[in-house]
């Protein structure tokens, strides 16, 4: 099967078409080829470096009211934190000094957290030499152009998904063009922007799906997130099915084949599920692991969704396993910062690759 080069067909109905067909296909082999494809591709494009991401979830304060998620502001149950800053950069600090090149700050939308002092953290932070990236939601354009400004590299927000109705009925109060809008300014201030999509959320059909791909196709992501939806008991989906592994695997696959140069981490979400995920998101289309370093005793707290993996491993353990399945695999761990190269700098690479042989 090679699907990679009739997904890159300039008719946009014609990829779309063809990717829903590959999403209804079941038959057995199917999902194994688009992994071996999409892992050729992800060698080609963007080499046997993995890079690791450390994560601090740094508050689960959140005045939104996302249906799926456990940290919404309805949830009573969850007991609320916030990390201060001077713990933040400590922890970002020491990451840094065991070798970890990007660090990831995420949180809940929380507006305690103001313009001036995350730009204060992600300043501090700038000092050890490493990657900043940003997950803290939907905000203000002058609080991105600040955070750029005071050295913030990357941002990650995701779209959850592409059809306006189902993202509404999601995300009461907000909408999907409000979104795009953020994503849209992210990128104008010159950061690499990520997002990405939940997999098997109520109410999404393979139309859908197939939407959602291709607006990370047309967003021209550097970064891609996509995992399954777990139910959280706390929220209004708690009752819902969760999304299937399989199908998680073959979105993944399929994302690398649509985002060749993009940067596609082994999602969290997909561990919780599946205690191989790290294993079979990295031999399927991904080249990025994100262990999560945030200090232990928060660490059950930041419970978006139940069972998440890695909640009860110390940040050294699970850094250590990071590194041990990267080697397993015979890959290497980005030795830089693993900044995202545009898809014009990488296909002049893939050209000179085809030119030397
Ligand atoms: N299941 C799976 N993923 C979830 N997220 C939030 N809640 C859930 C859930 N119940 C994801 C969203 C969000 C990211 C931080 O976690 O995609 O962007």
Known sequence: ????????????AVVKQQL????????SGVLEDLRQEADEVRRRWVGEAVHVRGIIEFSN???????????????EQLHRYRIPPDEIVETACEAAATGIKTIVLQSGDDF??????????????????????????????EDYRAWREAGADRYLLKFETSDSGLYSRLHPGTSLDNRLKCLRDLKALGYQVGSGFMIGLPGQ????????????????LDMAGVGPFIPHHATPLGREPAGKVSLALK???????????????????????????????LTGGANVL?????PPEYRRLYEIYPHKAEAADSPRDLYQATLE????????????????LSPTELTVKEESIYDSN
């Open 1 to 12: 099967m090679h699907c990679y080069q009739s997904l890159q067909d300039p008719d946009q």
């Open 325 to 340: 399945l990267i080697y397993e695999l015979g890959r290497f761990v980005g030795r830089d910062q693993g900044h995202c």
């Open 61 to 75: 304060y959140c005045i939104r009211s996302c249906r799926y998620c456990g940290l919404n502001r309805s949830n």
């Open 112 to 141: 305690f957290y103001t313009r001036e002092v995350i730009s204060e953290m992600v300043q501090e932070i700038k000092k050890t030499g490493i990657a900043v990236t940003l997950a803290v939601g939907e905000r203000p354009g």
């Open 251 to 281: 979105v993944l696959a399929l994302s690398r084949l649509v985002l060749p140069w993009a940067h596609l981490p082994a999602t969290t979400a997909l561990s919780s599920l599946e205690k191989e995920g790290p294993r079979l998101g």
């Open 290 to 294: 994100m262990p999560n370093i945030t």
């Open 20 to 27: 829903k067909n590959l999403l209804a296909d079941d038959r």
């Open 205 to 220: 059909t393979a139309d859908i799906l197939a939407g959602d791909l291709m607006l990370m196709r047309s967003l021209q």
